[in-house]
């Protein structure tokens, strides 16, 4: 039995990782957070003052990860950088870093050792394009840039960090714009995904809408927690 694979893709605060999450549990599956790989590479540059340009050397960063992810924590050389990685210059970084083709391709081994038994749900903009074109459901999550900027708003709000809705709005577009406009593994929908679109969905009828579609395509043969 080949070991099955959810591909979840979609735009920044589209809700994916949130749905990815939930069917990762409901379903006992392994969990690929893609973005977090980009994100400890910009760390590490920006830690090491690297050029956000500079592909070989940031190849080689993300080559030389040393990564641990243990019970929802995120470490690095031993490090917890759980929070760290998702401070507003490092999500801008990440983007950034992600633009180079040797980059890409330096993760592309990490990611599939993600796929182990019983399955992997996997977190991403080229999960279902590029890393595992075999997934067998893809989901491309979306939600119109201004609610994506709200959630955002809400969320930093409660973390006490002040910013305003027209200031994410115009970061969403931007990094909107450089994740879809690169040439190497833009985010794109794959022509067999399914979209959801959030902006209207609770958090708990997108993981429905995932787990109903996974069940019709296993035939309800998979064992929910
Ligand atoms: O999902 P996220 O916001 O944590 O991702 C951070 C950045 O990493 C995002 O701007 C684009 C990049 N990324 C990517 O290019 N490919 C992926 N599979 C995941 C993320």
Redesign the pocket.
């Known amino acids: 039995m080949p070991i099955p694979i959810i591909a979840i893709?979609g735009p920044?605060a589209s809700g994916?990782?949130t749905v990815a999450a939930s069917v990762a549990r409901a379903l006992g599956f392994h969990l690929l957070?893609?973005?977090?790989?980009?994100?400890l590479v910009a760390l590490k540059a920006l830690q090491t003052q690297a050029g956000l340009d500079d592909a070989s050397t940031l190849a080689e960063l993300a080559t030389l990860l040393d990564v641990r992810f243990t019970d929802g924590r995120i470490l690095q050389d031993g490090h917890d950088v759980t929070e760290a990685i998702r401070a507003e210059p490092v999500?801008e970084a990440?983007?950034r870093v992600?633009v180079h083709p040797a980059v890409?391709q330096a993760l592309v081994d990490r990611q599939r050792a993600f796929r182990e038994p019983p399955g992997l749900v996997a977190?991403?903009?080229?999960?279902g394009t590029v890393?595992f074109p075999e997934a067998s459901l893809k989901v491309y999550v979306t939600a119109t840039p201004e609610e994506r900027a709200r959630r955002r708003h809400k969320q930093l709000i409660e973390k006490g960090i002040s910013v305003t809705i027209d200031g994410l709005l115009r970061d969403i577009r931007e990094?909107d714009a450089?994740?879809a406009g690169r040439v190497a593994?833009p985010?794109e929908p794959a022509p067999e995904a399914l979209v959801l679109d959030t902006t209207r969905l609770s958090p708990g009828d997108a993981v429905d809408f995932v787990l109903r579609q996974f069940r019709a395509i296993t035939g309800g043969g998979q064992q929910e927690r």
């Open positions: 893709d920044a994916k990782g957070d893609s973005g977090a790989l980009y994100r999500s990440a983007s992600a890409r977190d991403g903009r080229d999960m890393i990094r450089r994740d593994a985010l």
